[in-house]
């Protein structure tokens, strides 16, 4: 029987849930999945706001990613009231507040309630503090909290600095998963929303330089209004690399432009620095088809939700690329280069 490779993603939201889906189903893995801790949006902010608790809402997502429960006990879990005095809520939100207000630790909620999933791997918030994500601009106004940061226009004010209002601790059972990864995904997902407040995480940056694992990172399929428009693959890179504290080893890279239908419903209008594209001729980036066609439907309770997000990879596409570079005996398989 093979060893098994040690996998570690690092995100949050619909971006992780996208990858740990397909990931769940590659052979001879153990897979940890490293879930930012400042959602303060929706669902999970009035939770956070009326219960003291940590935001529930990325987690949610991830454990029912990695779940091997039927459809019944998943589509249960993600089941969001759009009445009465619960709407909004998502089910699987309230019974993590719940089993935090009883064990006294959201770590162990999400423990006991990967047990109840039948999760394949591990789900572990990249803190236990409770952390709200501010951004200082170049004019001096700062701003605090996920969700607006989500609504901000950040290139219009200019970018000094993103940081916690309070000293923000790795969680030492997310440090531990990195000092053990051979392997670390980061990403896809809002990169300051969802990305970022991980890598800033203190104690994050200091584990990731002394780790050895081989780091992969997918970058998003399209560039979000306000925040990246224009970016191209090496400004992904640069910022992301600026945060590790050094280079990333593969860069994957969507080749598939989303239809034209894609565009059309999602209101993004093509061009006008929406569409990524490559810039760099680098050996690192891998070139493939990762764009899924599902057209995925609004959630009615939902209210924050964003139709960007619903451009997204392909989960079994996404996987099969990442088992190329885990697997060495298909890395010569591989189309690198500018993946054009």
């Known amino acids: ?13 619909t971006g992780s849930h996208t990858i740990l889906s397909g990931l769940k189903n590659l052979k001879n893995i153990s897979l940890t999945a490293l879930v930012s801790m400042v959602d303060s949006g929706g669902s999970t902010g009035m939770l956070r706001d009326e219960l003291g608790v940590l935001p529930p809402g990325d987690v949610r ?38 089993l935090e207000k009883v064990t006294g630790d959201f770590s162990k909620g999400v423990e006991i309630l990967s047990k109840i999933l039948k999760v394949k791997g591990k789900v572990i918030p990249i803190t236990k503090d409770q952390a709200t994500l501010s951004l200082l601009f170049t004019n001096g ?25 309070k000293r923000v601790n790795l969680n030492k059972e997310a440090k531990l998963a990195i000092e053990k990864a051979e392997y670390i995904i980061l990403g896809p997902g809002d990169y300051y929303t969802s990305l970022i407040p991980n890598l ?27 925040h990246t428009m224009g970016w191209n693959v090496s400004d992904y890179v640069s910022m992301i690399e600026s945060y590790l504290g050094r280079t990333v080893d593969y860069i994957l890279f969507n080749t598939e432009a989303p239809s034209k239908k894609q565009m059309r419903d999602y209101k993004i209008k093509e061009g006008n620095g929406t569409l990524i594209h490559n810039d760099l001729n680098d050996k690192r980036v891998i070139g493939a088809s990762l764009l ?5 439907a609004n959630d009615k309770g939902d209210k924050m939700a964003d139709p960007r997000s619903f451009i997204r990879h392909d989960s079994k596409k996404l996987a099969k690329c990442i088992d190329k570079i885990i697997n060495p005996s298909s ?9 054009k």
């Open 200 to 226: 800033i995480t203190k104690g994050f940056k200091e584990v990731m330089k002394k780790s050895k694992a081989i780091t992969i990172l997918p970058i998003n399929l399209v560039n979000k209004k306000g």
């Open 331 to 339: 890395r010569a398989k591989l189309t690198t280069g500018q993946g």
């Open 141 to 165: 106004k700062i701003i605090n909290g996920e969700c607006n940061v989500d609504r901000a226009n950040l290139q219009e004010l200019g970018i000094k600095k993103v940081f916690y209002k």
């Open 1 to 13: 029987m093979k060893k098994e490779k040690n996998i570690v993603t690092v995100g949050g939201g």
């Open 292 to 296: 899924s066609h599902v057209h995925y």
């Open 61 to 98: 997502k991830c454990l029912i990613a990695l779940s091997e429960q039927d459809d019944v006990v998943r589509k249960l879990m993600n089941y969001r009231f759009n009445e009465g005095s619960l709407s909004g809520h998502a089910l699987g939100n309230i019974i993590l507040a719940a």
